[in-house]
């Protein structure tokens, strides 16, 4: 069964830090660009970064460049989305999915991240 799962989200005082994983099974992420994407509550969902699967090149949305970073572990299947400098518009949940637009394949089922004192 092709599935992906992410963790790591959690309720975080402004500043803080989370780090994201999203796992895949049924299936192998080498092959695979994978993208992060949030939806905060009354909002579209949008992206927030993306890593190919070739060069391990890598996008960030504007409001997340220099504070998040994407990586990934063939090894073990998983890419993670380490999120710095946490601020309260960070809510959102956040998923990921099997490329970097909304066409993707396969999608998370999400995990929460709250960011508030």
């Known amino acids: 069964q092709v599935q992906l799962v992410e963790s790591g989200g959690g309720l975080v005082q402004p500043g803080g830090s989370l780090r994201l994983s999203c796992a895949a099974s049924g299936f192998t992420l080498d092959y695979y660009a994978i993208g992060w994407f949030r939806q905060a509550p009354g909002k579209e969902r949008e992206g927030v970064s993306c890593?190919?699967?070739?060069?391990?090149?890598?996008w960030y949305a504007d409001s997340v460049k220099g504070r998040f970073t994407i990586s990934r572990d063939n090894a073990k299947n998983t890419v993670y989305l380490e999120m710095n400098s946490l601020k309260p518009e960070d809510t959102a949940v956040y998923y990921c999915?099997?490329?970097?637009?909304?066409?993707?394949?396969?999608w998370g089922q999400g995990t929460q991240v709250t960011v508030s004192s």
């Open positions: 890593i190919s699967s070739s060069d391990g090149s890598t």
């Open positions: 999915a099997t490329d970097c637009d909304y066409e993707a394949e396969y």
